[in-house]
């Protein structure tokens, strides 16, 4: 009767366990995979009347690979956009747009940080390793609150950015290149992983495989401001062309001699899964303190607790519970760090299977403590 009775109670006691861990586990999952600050849906909108793309910080639109037309932006570029910037104050990064050929060191960016403009090639968004990059300041008040017409042009000699028609800065010695791969795309309002979201809106957008002159660049603006969009271009046959007045079974025509459509997903997504971008040989500038470090540490202290308790509860012994629990929770973290490379608002990093695993053992050790404080008391 009392082996009937000793069976019965840990049934119990294993049932009690198993769903401590159960809702712990769910908890866990909830908060490690949902969007932070985003929303599933894609928040590119064509405007109406005039036209532009407006991104309001988890947009995106690409287009495909340029394959071999690529070779036409190989020796010199330019470029012309007509936009408006939002959130001046932001401290993050934002992409514009971004041309990337599989490989992040190589990609050509134009992005916001602040009030500045910053066109670089490479993934050096916090300028730690001194990349050569050219910069504009966009004062407040001028292009924050109006459309500006920015142009770019690169070749072997420097590199030069207009703004409104007239020379802004010019860096000698500096040349952009687009990457040379046939798989190379076109990302508008966010890059490949889908984190750095930016927030305003394009009007109109062209390439050329050439250099503008100052004159014709002048000349363009003009006319832009002439006829509120990027009608004039057709004309000049760019490569590119997106005028940004038409949306068709969520794509937009490319007007220029490529026929590149821009393509806008109903969805937010990354087009790149980012496994363990930041690992234990790339903490500079991390803080291991930090509040989402000790945020993975505190929160998978429960899971330890209760998985081993559901292990004891079992029959198994402790040091063996211990090590399965151990072995169980990083197997929690790892699948939760893979499946965030594809969430655009997350990023997978292997330091945080670290804090998780850490805490996974405190919360083992926990157990142990509160079994001898509560033997302490009992006797």
Known sequence: MATHKFQADQITECRFWLWCTVIVLLTTFFFGLRFKG???ENDARLLPHNGGLDFHGNGIAYTGGLGDAVK???KNFSIEIALLLRDPNSRKFRIILIFHGGDDRK???IGQWRDWIIIMNGDDYDHSRNTKRIAV???????LQEP???AITSDEDRTRVFL???LLKEKQGLQLHLPQSTDTRLIVGS???GEKAWDGIVFGLSFYGRMLSAKEIKADFRQWKEQSSFGFAVKAEPAILYLFQRIQNNIIPDHGQLGLD????RFMYGLRPDFFKISFLNLKGRNLLSLDSIINFIGFMPLGFTVLSLFLARGTPFKRAAMAALIFCFLVSLSIELAQAWIPSRSSDAVDVFFNTLGALFGIALWKKAVSVFSHFNH
């Not at 300041?137 to 292009?143: A, M, V």
């Open 137 to 143: 300041r966009i004062k407040e008040g001028y292009g």
């Open 72 to 74: 036409i932006f190989d």
């Open 107 to 109: 990609q050509l960016i």
């Open 262 to 265: 821009l393509k806008i997903p």
């Open 164 to 166: 409104d028609g007239r």
């Open 38 to 40: 985003y929303s599933i």
């Open 191 to 193: 890059d490949v992983y």
């Open 148 to 150: 500006v017409f920015l």
